[in-house]
């Protein structure tokens, strides 16, 4: 990652182990303590989030001067885990729904 080493250096306060970020490291921490590190450290900024399944959300955590992303998942016993991250996150549009009529005007 370009600029990922800051996402590192978080991850590396919380306690993980980061030779190579895998999709099986998954980083977790009490969640006001993570969003703070995100929050505070990173600068990253909560894009958006879902329900995943009762008792938990998911949650996109971008750094925009970065580009670098993160998606975390709260659960609502107070703890959240990074369970992905990347780079080069870029925002889009929503694109037209193919199924909706044309307005008519």
């Known amino acids: 990652m370009k600029h990922g080493s800051a996402i590192f250096a978080v991850l590396a306060c919380l306690g993980a182990t980061v030779a190579h970020a895998q999709m099986s490291d998954v980083t977790c921490d009490d969640s006001a303590a993570l969003h703070r590190q995100l929050s505070g450290t990173l600068g990253a900024e909560r894009q958006g989030w879902g329900v995943r399944e009762p008792g938990a959300v998911l949650e996109i955590w971008i750094v925009g001067h970065t580009g670098d992303w993160m998606m975390v998942q709260r659960y609502a016993n107070?703890?959240?885990?990074?369970?992905?991250?990347?780079?080069?996150?870029?925002?889009?549009?929503?694109?037209?729904d193919p199924l909706r009529e044309p307005s008519k005007g």
Do not use: H, K, N, Y
């Not at 990347?86 to 694109?95: H, I, K, T």
């Open 78 to 96: 107070g703890t959240s885990c990074i369970v992905a991250l990347g780079e080069d996150w870029e925002q889009s549009r929503p694109l037209a």
